[in-house]
């Protein structure tokens, strides 16, 4: 199952992770749990919410969560417990359910500070502050949203390399760019959307946000070809 979730094939890492958990469940018992038997409801949670099957999704995040805080301890700062909870965050969001989603991606960035540090460098660290600029922008909380948009970005380019294309780099630069235009700096919007559709290209031009950032940039009069 896992294998398949790492290919982004989810239908089969689906079917594999309900086997594998129908025989934890068997060896442990229906209340039973290990670390196994967290990330098989997890990788279920996550898998299900790429299926947009996010009702499906939320449920088996939730039993991730209640497992691994019966592993780990309910108040405890583990890298497992703050990975469900971003995995819950962006669940939650995928069915516009801001308020929920912001608790969620702050709980877990909160969890991943204690674990690195307040200057710690992680992916799923970058995924959070990402995800918390996207939300507060929804929610139309410029300042906030611009402040945790910059982070991620920071945070992603010390990870991935400064001058290096990457996708999470991309969406970055994407996720600031809106913000930039929501709050009328067209300029810089117009600027960093050139910088984000340069870097889809690079890494993965059939990216869909290559052809919103063109339909933007051809609004505003700029050939992006």
Known sequence: ??????????????????????????????????????????????????????????????EALDVRRKLYGGTTNHIEIAYTLLSLGINVAHVSDNRKALEYFHKSLDMYREIHGEDGCDEDMGTALHNLGHCYNQQRKYGTALKYAQQALKMRKKIHGENNSHIQIADSLNNLAAIYNAIKYHSKAIATYKEALSMY?????????????????????????
């Open 201 to 225: 290209k690079t890494v993965q031009p059939e990216h869909n946000n290559v052809k919103k950032i063109e339909n933007y940039l051809h609004s505003h009069g700029i050939n992006s070809v």
């Open 1 to 62: 199952g896992v294998n398949y979730f790492c290919i982004s094939d989810y239908h089969t890492s689906v079917d594999y992770s309900h086997r594998s958990l129908d025989m934890l469940k068997k060896i442990y018992g229906e209340d039973g749990f290990d670390s196994g038997m967290g990330k098989v409801l997890n990788n279920l949670g996550v898998s299900y919410g790429n299926l947009k099957k996010y009702d499906q999704a939320k449920k088996y995040l939730l």
